[in-house]
C-alpha cells in the first residue's frame, strides 16, 4: 500500500531561520502532491500543490516546494520562517491510476513547526 | 463559491444523544468525503460518496451514519457515540474522481465532544 512520510516530527527554529520541511511517498506511478497546514485549533488550509509541469512549486504565505521524482520527494521549503508559522504541516498524495483516475488522498504523519520568537 | 461549509462549528452531546452534522458546497464537485482528525494526527477517511453514492466506507462503526441527500450536501449521523469519538470531523469535496489533478477543499470542521 502507498504510504506518506514526514520522518520530522517535530522541529523547533528561530524565526528569520530557514525551514525544510521532508516528504516522501512511495507510490511508483503518476502522483498529485499537496502540502496543508493547520494553525492550531483552526482547520486545514491548502499551502501549496504540485499535478504538473515545473517540479518548483510556489505556494502562499512564502513557502515553496520541489518535486524530485527519481527521489519519490516533494519537500516544503521557506527562506525566513515568522512565529506565525508555527503550526502542524501535513505532505498529502493523490496517486492517480493508469487511465488517469484519482484514488483517495494519502496524509503524511505531520510535522509540528514551532519557531521562536 | 470555493468553499465548503460545515455546521455546527462546535458540538457536545451526550452518549445517548442523536445528532447530525452537515456540510455544503456549490463548487460542482461530485465527491464527497467525510474526515475525522484526533489531536495532533492527520485526517482520517471516513467515508467517501462519488456521484452522491456511497463509494467508501472505511470500516467505520455504524454509530456514524452518513447521507448525502444531493450533489451539494452531505451528512453525518451520529447514534450512541463514545467519548473517544470526540475529535474534528473535517468534510471535503473534489471533482470528479475519474479525472486526475485535482484537489480537496476541506471545510472548517465541527469539533465534536462526547460526553
Known amino acids: 500500500a502507498q504510504s506518506v512520510s514526514q520522518h520530522n516530527h517535530h522541529v523547533i527554529l528561530s524565526e528569520a531561520a530557514s525551514l525544510e520541511l521532508g516528504c516522501n511517498y512511495s507510490y511508483g506511478g503518476t502522483v498529485n502532491l499537496f502540502w496543508y497546514v493547520q494553525y492550531p485549533g483552526q482547520h486545514l488550509q491548502l499551502l501549496l500543490k504540485?499535478?504538473?509541469?515545473?517540479?518548483l512549486v510556489k505556494g502562499i504565505k512564502g513557502f515553496e516546494a520541489e518535486f524530485i521524482k527519481s527521489k519519490f520527494s516533494f519537500n516544503l521549503r521557506k527562506p525566513s520562517v515568522q512565529w506565525s508559522d508555527t503550526a502542524e504541516y501535513f505532505c498529502a498524495v493523490i496517486p492517480l491510476g493508469s487511465s488517469g483516475s484519482a484514488r483517495q488522498l494519502t496524509f503524511g504523519s505531520g510535522t509540528q513547526l514551532t519557531v521562536l520568537p | 463559491d470555493t468553499e465548503v461549509t460545515q455546521t455546527p462549528k462546535h458540538l457536545v452531546m451526550g452518549m445517548t444523544n442523536k445528532k447530525s452534522l452537515k456540510c455544503e458546497q456549490h463548487m460542482g464537485h461530485r465527491a464527497m468525503y467525510w474526515y475525522k482528525q484526533k489531536a495532533k494526527k492527520p485526517p482520517e477517511l471516513m467515508f467517501v460518496?462519488?456521484?452522491?453514492?456511497?463509494?467508501i466506507n472505511e470500516s467505520v462503526p455504524s454509530r456514524f451514519s452518513p447521507e448525502c441527500p444531493n450533489s451539494s450536501l452531505l451528512n453525518l449521523h451520529l447514534h450512541a457515540l463514545q467519548p473517544e469519538d470526540s475529535a474534528l470531523y473535517l468534510c471535503?469535496?473534489?471533482?470528479?474522481?475519474?479525472?486526475?489533478?485535482?484537489?480537496?477543499?476541506f471545510g472548517s470542521g465541527t469539533r465534536l465532544t462526547v460526553v
Open positions: 471535503a469535496s473534489s471533482q470528479d474522481r475519474t479525472k486526475g489533478n485535482y484537489g480537496y477543499t
Open positions: 504540485y499535478f504538473s509541469g515545473d517540479p
Open positions: 460518496y462519488s456521484y452522491e453514492k456511497l463509494s
